[in-house]
């Protein structure tokens, strides 16, 4: 009798067992859907949560960088000009200037007896001085060197007496311009 199996079911039931079945399947599968679907929204939504947050950090290092630029570029701007001025400084450095080598020719012809009360000299290569000497030897020394090209190196162009005076105990005083080459 094992080959016989009897169903005393009506077959209505088994139509409403199957359609239950297929309901359930389907109800599985809808809820499978639906959590799949939960689950994938939630995860875009935290996905989107985190790359905001990191957009927000990137955004933030930008501009720090941007402006650790910006400082870095004042700071080249500021190092470029002390470079410049060091090197006109250095260039400077390295050659006399025009009123030192004024102060140098005029202090060399001025003879050793004779006293300088004034000596000042400008950019435009023009000297003012007023000495005074004790004897009219002295003076006259002192106007031959200022006169003669091979004394002076050739780099007096002219030579005006602006003041000379004669004082009884203390000898002559003298003013002069003196013009360079």
């Known amino acids: 009798m ?14 409403l067992e199957k359609n239950l079945k297929k309901r359930s399947k389907l109800f599985r599968i809808s809820a499978g859907v639906v959590l799949f679907m939960i689950i994938l929204t939630a995860g875009i939504f935290i996905f989107r949560i985190i790359q905001g947050q990191l957009l927000t950090r990137t955004n933030q290092d930008l501009q720090s960088a941007q402006s650790q630029v910006a400082s870095l570029k004042k700071q080249e701007g500021l190092a470029v000009y002390l470079k410049l001025r060091l090197s006109s400084i250095e260039g400077l450095k390295g050659q006399p200037s025009a009123q030192s080598q004024a102060y140098n020719l005029v202090a060399a012809l001025i003879p050793s007896n004779m006293n300088i009360l004034l000596l000042s000299v400008d950019k435009v290569k023009s000297v003012e001085l007023s000495t005074q000497s004790p004897d009219s ?10 006169v003669n090209p091979q004394v ?9 007496v602006d003041d000379l005076n004669k004082n009884g105990s203390s000898g002559y005083k003298v003013d002069l311009t003196i013009t360079l080459q």
Do not use: C
Not at 2 to 15: D, F, K, T
Not at 137 to 146: Q, V
Not at 152 to 160: A, D, E, M, P, T
């Open 2 to 15: 094992a080959g016989i199996s009897v169903n005393l079911l009506p077959a209505e039931v088994r139509v």
């Open 137 to 146: 030897a002295t003076l006259g020394k002192f106007f031959d060197n200022l």
């Open 152 to 160: 002076n190196q050739g780099k007096i162009s002219k030579v005006q």
